[in-house]
T-cell receptor, first 112, second 116 residues
Framework: ETGVTQSPTHLIKTRGQQVTLRCSSQ?????VSWYQQALGQGPQFIFQ???????GRGNFPPRFSGLQFPNYSSELNVNALELDDSALYLC???????????FGSGTRLTVV | AQKITQTQPGMFVQEKEAVTLDCTYD???????LFWYKQPSSGEMIFLIY??????QNATEGRYSLNFQKARKSANLVISASQLGDSAMYFC?????????????FGEGTQLTVNP
């Protein structure tokens, strides 16, 4: 059984640009959550997708958006990047929004 | 609103000794779950242990045990027989079980260093 895979692992973008981060769920999992982890802090919930629909959102502006595909993989899109968007972005998959979360290793985004 | 507090930014322990990492939480919900995760420098969150709010027994998973004191709203992680590979960041997290959006609320973490 494969775990959660995130790509790319590292990314450098310029302020104002747009970025797309990708996540492949663990086999059999139909729910994907995204978290932002700034340096030295705990992860903050961005949003969750269940069966291709957004199913909960944290305190993040609309320029953070996402998609979940029929194979349950997911994308996180961030428009109009700001310096404060620099962080580790973690994806976690689970089955039926249950308690068994599997996290990926994250994408480290640097905005300059 | 849910809140997790981890008051120990850093902890040190000698190899083979036990260590306790503190976690207190604040919630008005009756049904919730508490998690501990380990995050090595690679970034991945590794699940360690889970305690449900209605579980009567303290959870244990190998060398990890959770000291759950519901009235005090604390869920401390105990690691027995520490190993060098236990050096990492440790996060306590909580999930509200009664809503459909199953977000985890994390604390700020504790950096554990195991000395040889």
């Amino acid at each position: 059984e494969t775990g959660v895979t995130q790509s790319p692992t590292h990314l450098i973008k310029t302020r104002g640009q747009q970025v797309t981060l990708r996540c492949s769920s663990q086999s059999g999992h139909n729910t994907v959550s995204w978290y932002q982890q700034a340096l030295g802090q705990g992860p903050q919930f961005i949003f969750q997708y269940y069966r291709e629909e957004e199913n909960g959102r944290g305190n993040f502006p609309p320029r953070f958006s996402g998609l979940q595909f029929p194979n349950y993989s997911s994308e996180l899109n961030v428009n109009a990047l700001e310096l404060d968007d620099s962080a580790l972005y973690l994806c976690a998959s689970s089955l039926n929004r249950g308690r068994g979360y599997t996290f990926g290793s994250g994408t480290r985004l640097t905005v300059v | 609103a849910q809140k997790i507090t981890q008051t120990q930014p850093g902890m040190f322990v000698q190899e083979k000794e036990a260590v306790t990492l503190d976690c207190t939480y604040d919630t008005s919900d009756q049904s919730y779950g508490l998690f501990w995760y380990k995050q090595p420098s690679s970034g991945e969150m590794i699940f360690l242990i889970y305690q449900g709010s209605y579980d009567e027994q303290n959870a244990t998973e190998g060398r990890y045990s959770l000291n759950f004191q519901k009235a005090r709203k604390s869920a401390n992680l105990v690691i027995s027989a520490s190993q060098l590979g236990d050096s990492a960041m440790y996060f306590c997290a909580m999930k509200h079980l009664e809503t459909s959006g199953s977000r985890l609320t994390f604390g700020e973490g504790t950096q554990l260093t195991v000395n040889p």
